[in-house]
């Protein structure tokens, strides 16, 4: 785990801070306060093609639709698949999430 070596006080605090917010609409105030767009967009950007590969679409696709070069795809596979599985603890809640939501 690369952010290890970040741990501790200051670090749970953040993410206890994350794990307070309660709706979208404090999740856009929060990381609107903290981060630039372009951090915000790079977030979304690897989240988006973490999500496209984890739905097994080709580097083609992503390229396009997500506009990212072939070195992020890499980088976000590489911790899609050999990472802490954070992403399909993720992708998993929320198909989970939108399944309970249809019924």
Known sequence: MLVEELQ?????????????LETMEECYAFFDDLCTVNEIKTLMQRFQVAKMLY????????EEEA?????????????????NH???VIFKRMQDQAGAESE
């Open 8 to 20: 501790g006080k200051a670090l749970d605090d953040f993410f206890q801070g994350i794990l307070s």
């Open 86 to 88: 954070s992403y399909e």
């Open 55 to 62: 739905n097994h679409k080709t580097y083609c696709e992503i």
């Open 67 to 83: 506009n990212a070069s072939t070195a992020t795809i890499s980088r976000v596979k590489r911790s899609l698949h050999h990472g």
